[in-house]
């Protein structure tokens, strides 16, 4: 096992009425005029947006309103609020959704006291060393960004989908989360939420480092719920406690506790993250697409790992290794289909894929070799996206 260091300090306000204790917490934290970031249309056609305002209201904050933030939010919206931000000198951000209400609200709380151009954090030009505090409240269990000190934004200009990491500048004061707010969600949503979710354990999960039962044994008990809640909640979207097993999951998924200790991969989120800046599809379908594809890759390989993985979390008993990885990431492909998931380019809705200018993108924002596990060169990710495309 490596040395590590963990610190999560978000405090989590998990269940039924958790998002009525996100104006307490704003109020115990000294709060004073905070911004309510939010996406299209969901939090206000159920009410929760009218909800939080009256619930500041009454705990005497004020409060400005950024909405409209879309799927794969974009850097235009970030410049809006870092100017809005600075205008009515807020002090604090609320983000009302899921990770790409988050992840704008996180790149603002970034923006706001930085004197550059926000984007230099995500694009590795400098650090994020002041930030202004954050609260979520969550409406979609995936990307886990109320736990992770992350974001990702798209530039528009190019269309670069990149990653900004930190330790803990970004990570959420608070996070409350209620299952119930879950309840809305269209299949698809909750269906790619399940696959991200998944996909942010495995990326962990497929290191090179030896001797880490106890984490390979956290991820593989995690992947294991998880395929077991998730047709309950596909065929029941009101199961309370399956919504609330799958919500928790996928904060535990990228708070960072899945992989203390070993190397992380992360090349299946590169890859799709090419996908998503250029086709605008849903992040966690694009990896139902790619991660067996990557899979079947590093089968060729390295087939080890995923052998295990095979073994363990689908209980396939084949003995050899090759074999036993194939027949996993079978069963991971039907597992995907089962609750909706496309698993090639085409079922995403991608006819014709330009894989030349995917696989250029993918190394000019990432650089010639990617992957933890397995490092990839552009010769590798090619293969992968043509796996993925067939
Ligand atoms: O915009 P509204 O109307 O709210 O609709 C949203 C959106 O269309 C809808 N939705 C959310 N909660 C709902 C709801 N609809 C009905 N009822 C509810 N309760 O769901 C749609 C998707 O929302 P979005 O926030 O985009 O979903 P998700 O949480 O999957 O976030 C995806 C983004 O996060 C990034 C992805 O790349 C993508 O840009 N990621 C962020 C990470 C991080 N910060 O740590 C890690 C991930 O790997 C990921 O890359
Ligand atoms: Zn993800």
């Not at 409350?176 to 354990?201: K, W």
């Not at 379908?285 to 067996?292: E, F, H, K, N, Y």
Request: hydrophobic residues 40%; proline residues 5%.
């Amino acid at each position: 096992m490596n040395n590590f260091t963990f610190c999560t300090p978000t405090r989590y306000v998990f269940g039924h009425g958790a998002e009525e204790k996100a104006a307490e917490l704003a109020a115990a934290a000294g709060w004073k005029k905070i911004m309510i970031v939010y996406g299209g249309q969901s939090a206000i056609r159920s009410g929760l947006l009218d909800r939080v305002k009256k619930s500041l209201d009454a705990a005497g904050i004020s409060h400005v309103s950024l909405g409209g933030i879309r799927p794969n939010p974009t850097d235009d919206k970030v410049y809006e609020g870092i100017t809005l931000g600075r205008d009515e000198n807020i002090d604090a951000m609320l983000a009302v959704g899921g990770g790409s209400v988050i992840d704008t609200a996180k790149a603002i709380a970034g923006g706001i006291p930085y004197a550059g151009d926000f984007w230099d954090f995500y694009c590795g030009k400098a650090t994020v060393n002041e930030a202004l505090p954050l609260g979520v409240i969550l409406t979609i269990p995936a990307a886990g960004s109320e736990g992770s000190g992350n974001s990702v934004i798209t530039r528009l200009d190019g269309l670069r989908k990149l990653s900004l990491r930190t330790d803990t500048a970004l990570r959420p004061k608070f996070a409350c989360l209620n299952p119930e707010l879950t309840f809305t969600l269209p299949p698809y949503q909750t269906a790619s939420g399940i696959a991200d979710m998944m996909v942010h354990i495995m990326e962990r999960y497929f290191s090179p480092t030896e001797q880490v039962e106890v984490t390979d044994r956290l991820c593989e008990g995690l992947l294991k719920a998880i395929i077991e809640e998730a047709p309950k909640v596909m065929s029941d979207p009101q199961n309370y406690d399956a919504r609330a097993n799958i919500m928790w999951s996928g904060t535990l998924a990228h708070n960072g506790i899945c992989g203390c200790g070993r190397q992380e991969d992360w090349a299946s989120h590169f890859i799709e993250h090419e996908l998503s800046a250029l086709y605008d599809v849903t992040h966690g379908a694009g990896l139902a697409v790619i991660t067996p594809a990557w899979m079947t890759y590093v089968t060729t390989i390295l087939p080890a790992k995923v052998a295990q993985f095979a073994r363990r979390v689908f209980d396939v008993t084949e003995s050899d290794d090759t074999k036993a990885a194939t027949e996993g990431i079978a069963r991971l492909r039907s597992f995907f289909h089962s609750i909706g998931l496309p698993i090639t380019m085409k079922e995403l809705g991608i006819e014709n894929p330009d894989i030349t200018r995917l696989v250029t993108k993918l190394h000019e924002n990432k650089g010639p070799q990617i992957g933890g596990y397995l490092p990839l060169d552009a010769k590798a990710t090619e293969a992968i996206f043509r796996l993925a495309a067939e």
